[in-house]
């Protein structure tokens, strides 16, 4: 593969880049007895032409692999970021194809190889080969394990005509839907069927509701409270595993967006997809990626008997787009109480500033919530608190799930492909037995008449891969005789056990005589 | 001498092997094709009427009717002079049965031995 330009590195490395579509909720296991069922052929013909098939389409897997190896040892000599990223991302891309190859192997429907036997059939009389085929996938169990497939979904909004009529009606300014995206570790029970749905948005500054509506208008789940007032972002979490993000803007002093205390609230609308994927992707890592976590280690508050200062749940929160996320690792968190004034830093644990807040007002009695934006946020409690310079401090652990490249190992990866590859030499030999075999029964079989006979030649990998692609009826196995009656004759000397004794009872009497007279060059026979 | 059933011309027959009674039926056939090959008619015909003398239809009258159809056009060819064509009709059906024999020898030998059961 060519170099990659950094535009396509970005797009090969997005984490929903080569996402497979999910037909069942995140957890839910899909009915065994529809999917392990064993392929069965018909006739000797479909047999052939799926091994055949077969054959080729692994052969295209086992070159798949090999140029993956080569990357993956690539891989362990780069020394630079960006080339670590272009050849994970150039893995990502070689290993969706891979699946996308396995996936396209398919006889009537049917996927070759996702672990069910073949039974191949050899045509009357004869027993049914079986052949095992091995699960190839990349991702799932006993597969390949080159992927993981992690379960998310591609949430997006847009704004389609009807939002922008009904939206058309309110003269709001300085707010808009930036983003929406799937929450991990959200409940899975309520997740969200594929398909569109409608955001209703109420607009009412900091008692905004924001409401997700199915497209007739049933209420699926409504938060209230939603502070859509001021700048800043704000985002808007719900139980069916969806977070909305508000970008908002206050252009004017006198009025924040749209003058609800005068006009009433304003009704906007947008629209939002919602599609269940499968995320790609490679990790070489043996146990599961660690939730996002946030707390602090120990937290003890500022008071008096009349007045307190504390800090409360600590919490991951999405990151600033402007902002650089935090790592996984400890941090000190400080609240110096300036009043209006009053400063919030976090610095990590060599005291390197790593977020802040200048000028924060803690003047009023309350709890607010303090979102850092870099991906940590927490609750601060002020009552009655005047004691000017009092610093509060708690030491903060924070969990971030690192991306999959920062903790791939290319060596451990190269070693997975080597075992891969040889599980598909050993599925093709496999599968070149049985194809030797039927070649060897379809001969036997086609004895007779061999001028015009199905050869090998005829088999060749176009007519055998329209098969296993569900179509193609132009016979190979022709009439093996120029007349139809030969025809008719070997089908049924052929589909049934009492050929024999309908014709094979001459007697040795019999065949003497007749060798005699042949030997007398037929005289006096029919006289 | 009483005159046999077709049953018990059938057991009379069948006493020795069905592997003897098939080599039998084909080296009548490869007498027919050489007296094709030396374009003599009438000993065509006294293998093709063996051949029909000794077809049973009770176990598999389709068949019985094909070969018999097959056995007349063979006929015909050799009386109209056609000897090639009755000769690769004989060679044609004494290849199927040729091809029979040898199949049922192979499908009674398993494609692939089932892996030995663990103790």
């Known amino acids: 593969m060519e170099r990659l330009t950094t535009r396509q ?47 080729e389409r692994l052969e295209t897997l086992e070159n798949n692999l090999n140029t993956m190896l080569q990357l993956a040892r690539e891989g362990q000599r780069a020394n630079t970021p960006r080339k670590l990223q272009e050849v994970y991302g150039k893995l990502r891309s070689l290993s969706a194809g891979f699946d996308q190859v396995v996936d396209a192997i398919k006889f009537n429907g049917q996927t070759v190889f996702k672990g069910n036997d073949l039974f191949l059939s ?16 990349t991702y799932g169990d006993k597969s390949l394990n080159l992927s993981t497939a992690d379960p998310t979904a591609d949430v997006r909004v847009t704004y389609r005509t009807d939002d922008l009529i009904l939206n058309s009606g309110y003269s709001i300014v300085g707010l808009d839907i930036d983003d929406a995206a799937f929450i991990r570790g959200s409940n899975i029970a309520l997740e969200l069927e594929d398909g569109d749905y409608k955001i209703a948005v109420s607009y009412m500054g900091k008692d905004s509701s924001v409401e997700i509506r199915s497209l007739t208008g049933t209420l699926i789940e409504r938060r209230d409270n939603v502070d859509l007032s001021g700048e800043g972002r704000e985002w808007v979490d719900f139980d069916v595993g969806v977070r909305l993000t508000f970008a908002k803007e206050q252009f004017l002093q006198s009025i924040d967006k749209y003058d609800f ?16 994927v499968d995320a790609h992707l490679l990790r070489t890592l043996e146990e599961p990626p660690k939730p996002d976590s946030a707390s602090f280690l120990f937290n003890t508050p500022l008071q008096t008997a009349d007045s307190k200062l504390a800090l409360s749940n600590p919490r991951i929160s999405p990151v600033n787009p402007t902002r650089q996320a935090l790592d996984s690792g400890s941090y000190v968190l400080e609240v110096e109480y300036f009043g209006k004034n009053s400063v919030i830093r976090l610095s990590d644990g060599l005291g390197r500033l790593k977020a802040f807040q200048f000028g924060v007002d803690l003047t009023e009695s309350g709890t607010r919530r303090i979102d850092l934006g870099v991906g940590l946020s927490f609750d601060l409690e002020v009552d009655n608190f005047t004691n000017m310079g009092a610093k509060l401090v708690a030491p903060v652990e924070f969990q971030r799930d690192r991306t999959a490249l920062e903790d ?51 088999f060749n990998s176009t007519n055998a891969l329209t098969l296993l692609n569900g179509g193609g009826d132009n016979s ?3 009439p093996a005789s120029p007349t139809a009656r030969l025809n008719n004759m070997a089908n049924q000397l052929f589909g049934t056990t009492t050929a024999l004794p309908t014709q094979a009872n001459i007697t040795p009497q019999s065949l003497n005589q007749a060798r005699m007279a042949s030997a007398s060059g037929w005289l006096n026979t029919f006289s | 001498m009483s005159r046999q059933t077709p049953a018990q011309r059938y057991l009379a027959t069948a006493q020795d092997t069905p592997e003897a009674a098939a080599r039998r039926l084909l080296e009548v056939y490869r007498l027919a094709i050489q007296a094709a090959i030396d374009h003599k008619p009438e000993g065509i015909r006294y293998c093709l009427e063996l051949l029909r003398s000794n077809l049973r239809p009770d176990p598999n009258p389709e068949l019985a009717l094909s070969l018999l159809a097959l056995y007349q056009d063979c006929e015909s060819a050799a009386l109209a002079g056609d000897f090639a064509n009755a000769a690769e009709i004989l060679e044609s059906i004494r290849g199927y049965w040729l091809a029979r024999m040898r199949l049922d020898q192979v499908i009674t030998e398993p494609a692939f031995q089932p892996p030995p059961e663990s103790t």
């Open chain 1, 122 to 137: 050899l045509g009357p009389g004869a027993r049914p080969l079986q052949v095992e085929a091995s699960k190839l996938l």
């Open chain 1, 261 to 276: 205390e005068e006009l009433g609230p304003a009704r906007l609308s947008a629209t939002m997809s919602y599609r269940r």
């Open chain 1, 9 to 55: 590195i970005e797009d090969f490395n997005n984490p929903m880049a080569f996402a497979r579509d999910r037909v069942t909720r995140i957890g839910q296991q899909t009915i065994g007895l529809i999917t392990n069922r064993p392929i069965r052929t018909n006739d000797i013909e479909q047999s052939f032409r799926l091994v055949t098939g077969a054959s």
């Open chain 1, 408 to 458: 791939f190992d290319f060596r451990k990866y190269a070693k997975r492909i080597t075992d891969a590859i040889g599980v598909v030499i050993e599925q093709r030999e496999r599968i070149d037995k049985a194809k030797e075999r039927i070649e060897e029964i379809n001969q036997l079989r086609n004895l007779a008449s061999t001028q015009a006979l199905p050869s090998s030649l005829a």
């Open chain 1, 476 to 478: 190979l196995f022709r």
